[in-house]
């Protein structure tokens, strides 16, 4: 067997930047399973601090420490870390920082080829310069695709396609192992991260963070504790002093107030964020690190771009100030009188986490919710379904349940599908109800004549779970997002290997190929025009219809 390339990753210093980049090795990976480009050994070089975050990472083949205040200091540590990485004999280097000094580190170390973006007069050090695009314009984790694909270029020899970039980062069992925890008997925890490394302009101000405590004090037995390095300890200071309650500096299982800021490791803040119910922070490493375990994160954005940074796990969203034309300004201190993110009260905050799918009795919204799974129970072979234009005629933002016509032959394909065993999960964006154009209750009496049309003929849906917001809302349930199938996940046990998604519109195709799902695109519906742009390198089936479709998951069920 030939042996695999070594790639050499040089790792962002910053944290959320880090925790953004581990979508990098999934894409790897998805490169090798969807493009046949093969994955190369990866090794990286990691600030010490960030160890954690990639500690048993079965991704990775080698790991180098970066001290950046020690051994690795000024122009003798440059050297240093040259040397070290010389050693390693690698043939390639991606160097994720945008600094001059990654760049000739990269140079004096001899590597042969040498992959970054443009900018801090380094573009010459580099055998594969790339141009960045303007902040804003795309996510940072869509930007490291660009690297990916100019590491093909140099490396393989080959022109890949665009390729998604996973939906969300996974992080190293360091950081990311559950473990055993006892969370329902205690109240549930809300962190609160307070302060930001990069400058005030970022962090909401304290008067906003205690009116939040207040509310969150005045519901239910609820736990409330700050976050956040040595730094942000004045803001800390300010905030407790702005709260009429006893603070306690240590987390214990009593509802009130905890000051925890520069007392936990990253490895510590990571355990908290598994036990908390919510966290809320400015952007910041600790959102992004809250919202790739999967937390329920809202992220508090002013000077800075949710383009660029949003959040992204299976359960963030972001809240932005608005009105604002200086915004974003990307300054580390605001020079105005008037300051963005003291626009954003704190019952806004409270409705964004309302709204995500992981915090309970929330998220995507359900005309039908499965009755949950018996733990143990083997998982049952899943087929999640657009619904109009899949299932249903789709006659634009449909609301008279009047106007319901099942398409040539659905009832039929889904009544096989049921009779071989495969739960029937609709999942449907619906933005005409953001958008004013329809309520809930008359999409529900829609739902209903479906339900009763595909009844006549014995079929009945297992679940059907539905977007309500336009797509400027920014929520977690819009396809391509996961919300809805994550509150699937919720009740039912499904593995991508026994799930399928049959769906007419591009946002149906990403969904699935971001989960690894056998993914079909019928021609019904909008499905022939989104056909034009499937890429052929896709593994996409495209077919006439869903009886098509169905027909062919059975066939691939049955051998």
């Not at 049309?453 to 009945?460: P, T």
Request: charged share 25%; aromatic share 6%.
């Amino acid at each position: 067997m030939a042996r695999r390339m070594t790639l050499l990753l040089a790792a962002p210093n910053w944290l959320g930047d880090l925790v953004m980049a581990t979508s990098l090795l999934e894409l790897f990976a998805a490169g090798e399973r969807d493009l046949d480009l093969p994955c190369p050994d990866l090794h990286v070089s990691v600030r010490e601090a960030w160890l954690p975050l990639l500690a048993d990472d079965p991704r990775l083949s080698g790991v180098i420490r970066y001290s950046r205040r020690g051994r690795h200091a000024g122009w003798r540590g440059v050297w240093r870390q040259a040397a070290e990485w010389r050693r390693g004999k690698y043939p390639a280097v991606m160097l994720l920082p945008p600094s001059l000094r990654a760049a000739v580190v990269a140079r004096i170390s001899g590597i042969p080829a040498r992959i970054g973006f443009r900018g801090d007069a380094r573009s010459l050090l580099l055998t594969a310069p790339v141009a960045r695009p303007p902040r804003g314009t795309m996510h940072y984790t869509e930007e490291l695709g660009l690297l990916y694909r100019a590491w093909a270029r140099d490396c393989l020899g080959c022109q890949p396609p665009a390729h998604p970039v996973p939906p969300y980062p996974r992080l190293g069992a360091g950081v990311a192992n559950p473990g055993e925890r006892d969370v329902d008997s205690k109240p549930p925890l809300w962190l609160l991260s307070v302060g930001a490394t990069y400058g005030d302009a970022k962090s909401w101000p304290p008067q906003r963070q205690a009116e939040l405590i207040a509310e969150l004090l005045a519901r239910d037995d609820v736990r409330v504790a700050l976050i956040g390095d040595i730094a942000a300890s004045g803001t800390a200071r300010r905030v407790r002093s702005l709260v009429d309650r006893p603070w306690r500096d240590r987390l214990g299982e009593q509802p009130g107030c905890h000051d925890l800021v520069g007392r936990t490791s990253l490895v510590e803040v990571a355990s908290l964020l598994r036990e908390a119910a919510v966290f809320v922070g400015n952007d910041s490493g600790l959102m992004h690190l809250a919202a790739a375990l999967g937390k329920a994160t809202v992220g508090i954005y002013g000077s800075t771009s949710t383009a660029w940074t949003r959040p992204r796990g299976p359960a963030a969203t972001s809240v932005r100030a608005e009105g604002f034309p200086c915004q974003p300004c990307y300054l580390p201190s605001c020079p105005r009188e008037s300051f963005c993110l003291d626009s954003i009260a704190a019952r806004r905050i409270l409705g964004a986490a309302d709204a995500l799918s992981m915090v309970p009795g929330s998220g995507p919204s359900c005309c039908r919710e499965p009755p949950p799974d018996t733990p143990g129970m083997t998982a049952a072979p899943i087929l999640f379904l657009d619904r109009d234009g899949v299932i249903i005629e789709d006659t634009e933002y449909i609301s008279d349940p009047a106007r319901v016509r099942l398409l040539p032959g659905v009832a039929a394909a889904l009544a096989r599908a049921a009779a071989a065993g495969l739960r029937l999960v609709v999942v449907t964006n619906q933005s005409g109800i953001g958008r004013g154009y329809y309520s809930e209750r008359e999409f529900a009496a829609v739902q209903e004549r479906v339900d009763a049309l595909l009844a006549a003929e014995g079929v009945a849906l297992d679940g059907v779970y539905y977007c309500p917001h336009a797509p400027e809302d920014d929520c977690n349930c819009r396809k391509p997002r996961p919300g809805m199938l994550d509150a699937a996940a919720r009740r039912l046990r499904w593995h991508s290997e026994r799930a399928w998604i049959i769906g007419d519109k591009l946002s149906d195709l990403e969904l699935g190929r971001h989960f690894g799902m056998g993914t079909y695109l019928v021609e019904t519906g909008r499905g022939r025009e989104t056909a034009r742009d499937v890429d052929p390198v896709w593994r996409v089936k495209i077919l006439d219809d869903l009886a098509r479709a169905v027909d062919d998951i059975l066939g691939e069920l049955n051998t």
